[in-house]
C-alpha cells in the first residue's frame, strides 16, 4: 500500500476532508484497512496542520478517494521539507540546547557532541527516507529530559506528556520520567514541598492530556475508538521482521501459533516488567540526572525486547537516550547506534535506501571516531564498568581482562554486521529459506541487544557504589 509515506500522505487527506469525529471511525471515506490513523491526536494535527498547507500548494496531494498513492517529486520535496521543518522546529533546538547544558566538557566537544546526534543514520533514514516524523516525538521527550534534569519539572512533564499525544510509543519512557519526579517528590518529602509538586505534576498532566484530547471526549465511544486504534492487541505479538526476542526466538519456537493470544500478552507484559523494575526502583530511590538517563536507555531497551506488538522502527525509543549518554560513554554509544540502524537493513533495502544507509553509517562513525577518540576510552573507567570490575575481582582475582574482551566484541560485531549487509546486498536467499538473511540480521541485532541490556544495567546498578568510591577518594 505504497508504504508510511503514503499513510503520512493519506493522513492529511483524511483529516482535511473528513469531520474530527470521523478520523478514527471506519467509513465509506475513510477505509481503516487503507492506512488508518493510528496515532494520538497531536500527529492528527499535525497532519492536519501539513493538509492546510497542501492545500495551497496543489489540491490534489489530498484530494479524497483520488489521491491515493500520489507520488511526485514537488510532493516528495514537500513532504521532506515538512520533516525539515518540525526537526528545526522541535528536535534540533532540543539537541543542541541539551549539548549546551553539558557539564564538564568543552564548548569544542559541546559541538562535537551535537552534530554526532544530529548526524544518526537511524532517524535520518527513517524519517527522511522510509518517512515518519519521529523527531517530533522524539524531540518533545527530549525538552522534557531538558526540563526535569534542570528542575523545570512542571514545563519537563508537559513536553513529554506532548510526546505521548503526538506518538503513543513513548509511553517506553514513561517509566523513567515516573520514577525520577516521584523520587523527587520523595526526596523533598510527601508531608512539604514534595507533596505540592506531586499535586503540581498530577495537575499539569491531566490539564495536557485534556487540552490534546478535547474533541474526542465529547462522546464515551469515540474516546474508546481511538484507543482501540493506538493500541491494537489484535495484530499479535510481533510484526515484520523486528530485532526483539519474540521475533528471534520463533526462529526455534513458533510462539505466536503455540500460545493462546492473552497468554502472549500476559507473558510479554511479565518479561517486560521484571527486566525494567531494578532499574526504576534504583531511581525512586535515588533519584539523580545520570540515573534518568541510564534508566532511560535501560527501559526502552527492555520494552523493545520485550513488549508486545514491536515494530523494527520502535528502536530510534532506544537510540535517542543512548545519543543523550554518548559523551558519557562515547564507545559503546557510537556502538550501540550503529547496531540499531544494522537492525533496521531489511526496511531500509525494502525502501532502497542502501546508499543513503552507507553514506550515513560512515559519516556518523567518522564523526564519532574523531570527535570522542572512542578507541582510545575502553578502560573499564571509561566503560563505566570500574566498579563492577572491583566487585567481580573480589571472588575472581584473574577478571582483568574485561576491557579486552569488550574491544574484541566490537571488532567481532562489526566485521558480522559488515559481512551480513554485504551478502544480503549481493546474494539471493534460498527459495526454501525466502528470508533467511533478514532473520540473521534481526537475530544478530537482538543478541547485540540483549548485551546492551545487561551493561546499562550494571552501570545503573554499579552507580551508587562508584559515588560512594569517589566519595571517599575526595
Keep these: 500500500m505504497f508504504g508510511d509515506y503514503e499513510a503520512q500522505r493519506h493522513w492529511q487527506e483524511i483529516t482535511f476532508n473528513l469531520p474530527i469525529k470521523q478520523w478514527y471511525f471506519n467509513s465509506s ?32 496531494w489530498i484530494a479524497l478517494h483520488t489521491s491515493r498513492g500520489y507520488e511526485s517529486q514537488a510532493h516528495k520535496l514537500f513532504m521532506r521539507t515538512t520533516v525539515l521543518i518540525a526537526d528545526l522546529l522541535i528536535y534540533i533546538p532540543a539537541v543542541v540546547l541539551y549539548c549546551c547544558c553539558l557539564k564538564e566538557i568543552s564548548t ?113 465511544e469515540q474516546t474508546l475508538q481511538v484507543l482501540r486504534r493506538l493500541f491494537p492487541v489484535d495484530r499479535g505479538l510481533f510484526e515484520d521482521k523486528v530485532a526483539n526476542i519474540w521475533c528471534s526466538f520463533s526462529i526455534f519456537l513458533k510462539i505466536k501459533d503455540i500460545l493462546p493470544h492473552h497468554f502472549q500478552i500476559i507473558i510479554s507484559f511479565c518479561f517486560t516488567f ?32 520485550f513488549s508486545f506488538q514491536v515494530h523494527e522502527k520502535s528502536i530510534l525509543l532506544v537510540s535517542l537516550p543512548v545519543c543523550l549518554v554518548l559523551s558519557e560513554i562515547p564507545f559503546m554509544s557510537t556502538w550501540f547506534l550503529l547496531v540499531s540502524t544494522f537492525s533496521m537493513l531489511p526496511l531500509l533495502l525494502k525502501d532502497e535506501l542502501l546508499m543513503p544507509l552507507v553514506v550515513t553509517t560512515i559519516a556518523f562513525f567518522i564523526a564519532c571516531a574523531t570527535s570522542f577518540s572512542i578507541f582510545e576510552k575502553t578502560s573499564e573507567e571509561e566503560l563505566q564498568l570500574k566498579s563492577f570490575s572491583l566487585s567481580v575481582r573480589k571472588y575472581l582475582p584473574c577478571f582483568t ?73 575526595n
Design 108 to 220: 569544542k566537544k559541546k559541538v562535537a557532541n551535537a552534530l554526532c546526534i544530529l548526524l544518526y543514520p537511524g532517524l535520518i533514514l527513517i524519517d527522511y527516507g522510509h518517512f515518519q516524523y519521529n523527531s517530533v516525538s522524539l524531540g518533545f521527550a527530549l525538552w522534557g529530559v531538558l526540563g526535569v534534569s534542570c528542575d523545570w519539572d512542571l514545563l519537563g512533564s508537559l513536553a513529554f506528556c506532548l510526546a505521548i499525544n503526538y506518538k503513543q510509543m513513548e509511553l517506553y519512557h514513561s517509566l523513567p520520567f515516573f520514577c525520577f519526579l516521584l523520587g523527587k517528590c520523595f526526596k523533598k518529602g510527601l508531608k512539604g514541598k514534595g507533596f505540592v509538586l506531586l499535586i503540581k505534576l498530577a495537575c499539569t498532566v491531566v490539564a495536557s492530556f485534556i487540552l490534546c484530547w478535547l474533541p474526542f471526549c465529547t462522546e464515551r
Design 401 to 473: 581482562f574485561l576491557s579486552r574482551i569488550i574491544q574484541y566484541l566490537f571488532l567481532i560485531s562489526v566485521i558480522t554486521m559488515v559481512l551480513l549487509t554485504l551478502i544480503t546486498v549481493t546474494l539471493d536467499p534460498p527459495q526454501k529459506l525466502p528470508d533467511l538473511f533478514s532473520v540473521l540480521v534481526c537475530f544478530v541485532s537482538c543478541l547485540h541487544f540483549l548485551f546492551f541490556l545487561v551493561y546499562f544495567n550494571i552501570i545503573i546498578m554499579w552507580d551508587s557504589k562508584s559515588g560512594r568510591n569517589q566519595k571517599k577518594i
Design 29 to 60: 471515506d475513510n477505509n481503516l484497512q487503507y492506512w488508518g490513523l493510528d496515532y494520538p491526536p497531536l500527529t492528527a494535527y499535525h497532519s492536519l496542520l501539513c493538509a492546510y498547507v497542501a492545500k495551497f500548494i496543489n489540491p490534489d
Design 274 to 305: 521484571l527486566s525494567l523494575l531494578p532499574a526504576c526502583v534504583k531511581l525512586t530511590l535515588q533519584p539523580s540526572s545520570k540515573g534518568f538517563r541510564f534508566t532511560l536507555v535501560s527501559c526502552a531497551l527492555s520494552f523493545f525486547l
